[in-house]
T-cell receptor, first 112, second 108 residues
Framework: GAGVSQSPSNKVTEKGKDVELRCDPISGHTALYWYRQRLGQGLEFLIYFQGNSAPDKSGLPSDRFSAERTGESVSTLTIQRTQQEDSAVYLC??????????FGSGTQLSVL | GENVEQHPSTLSVQEGDSAVIKCTYSDSASNYFPWYKQELGKGPQLIIDIRSNVGEKKDQRIAVTLNKTAKHFSLHITETQPEDSAVYFCAAASTLTFGKGTMLLVSP
């Protein structure tokens, strides 16, 4: 595709359920990033992949959060036992190494 | 790690005026500084970036300046238009630490 694709665009879940958020980066982009954006707030770094390894996981807020990436392709962000404070937009971005990040439109997660 | 401060949090200007948004960073090793524009319901879009080997970069009505000694960089928008209204984010460092954003409102 032409850009970074994220799915679903919206997800409503009940507190305590697990959710999976998907990111399809631009073909050829070896770097992939996940960010969280709470309502009216800035972008909070979660995790960075270079290929399928994650040299920087420093932003993951708790052990309920995990992420995987298959090769230099799709990435999945999993949130286990969701809490209301997990409600936010989760943004994915990809880039070639050392080049600009291009963002997807995000997944709006609402935990009831 | 990197820490990025962005000011102001909101900025209201009249159409045709200039707008300036400023950011400071903490890690002197940071060498890449992009600016993103985010419209409601969309992901951030890169509008301009600068690397540490230059002090200024311009693209039509948008310019970015960088002062590495003082560790601050600024976004300048001239001849603002209503469609410039959005949230603007600065960022620094390799994994891109973002500022908290500036909501720019341009009144016709």
């Amino acid at each position: 595709g032409a850009g970074v694709s994220q799915s679903p665009s919206n997800k409503v879940t009940e507190k305590g359920k697990d959710v999976e958020l998907r990111c399809d980066p631009i073909s050829g982009h070896t770097a992939l990033y996940w960010y969280r954006q709470r309502l009216g707030q800035g972008l909070e770094f979660l995790i960075y992949f270079q290929g399928n390894s994650a040299p920087d996981k420093s932003g993951l807020p708790s052990d309920r959060f995990s992420a995987e990436r298959t090769g230099e392709s799709v990435s999945t962000l999993t949130i286990q036992r969701t809490q209301q404070e997990d409600s936010a937009v989760y943004l994915c971005a990809s880039s070639r190494v050392g080049e600009k990040l291009l963002f997807g439109s995000g997944t709006q997660l609402s935990v009831l | 790690g990197e820490n990025v401060e962005q000011h102001p949090s909101t900025l209201s200007v009249q159409e045709g005026d200039s707008a300036v948004i400023k950011c400071t960073y903490s890690d002197s090793a940071s060498n890449y500084f992009p600016w993103y524009k985010q419209e409601l319901g969309k992901g951030p879009q890169l509008i301009i970036d600068i690397r540490s080997n230059v002090g200024e970069k311009k693209d039509q009505r948008i310019a970015v300046t960088l002062n590495k000694t003082a560790k601050h960089f600024s976004l300048h928008i001239t001849e603002t238009q209503p469609e410039d209204s959005a949230v603007y984010f600065c960022a620094a460092a390799s994994t891109l630490t973002f500022g908290k954003g500036t909501m720019l409102l341009v009144s016709p």
